[in-house]
């Protein structure tokens, strides 16, 4: 079992920057990939940046050179720089983890809780 917990949402002004934060907890458990996902109200939930192990990255075209996604192997935790927000960008964030699980023998997914977002003047 794994448990992501999530902070640093909250209310920003369009222009402004916030940071997430993910820590994910448990054992037995390899985290290969970490990463956000959104979900705006009446929206699906959409990728909006991943990071493996190794450090690769993967962002939603609508993020690009604007939020950066970064993680702390030995802490286990992942982070997302989110700079120049946009309205658009108001929604619930998601934390996600991919990895093999020791016990179960085989990849599992976890989610965190969620954190609102919102961009407004």
């Known amino acids: 079992q794994v448990k992501l917990v999530e902070s640093g949402g909250g209310l920003v002004q369009p222009g402004g920057s916030l940071r997430l934060s993910c820590a994910a907890a448990?054992?037995?458990?390899?985290?290969?990939?970490m990463g956000w996902y959104r979900q705006a109200p009446g929206k699906q939930r959409e990728l909006v940046a991943a990071i493996t192990s190794s450090g690769v990255t993967n962002y939603a075209d609508s993020v690009q050179g604007r939020f950066s996604i970064s993680r702390d192997n030995a802490k286990d935790t992942a982070y997302l720089r989110m700079n120049s927000l946009k309205p658009e960008d108001t929604a619930v964030y998601y934390c996600?983890?991919?990895?093999?699980?020791?016990?179960?023998?085989?990849?599992?997914?976890?989610w965190g809780q969620g954190t609102q977002v919102t961009v407004s003047s």
């Open positions: 448990g054992s037995v458990f390899e985290i290969d990939v």
């Open positions: 996600h983890t991919r990895g093999f699980s020791l016990v179960a023998e085989m990849i599992l997914d976890y």
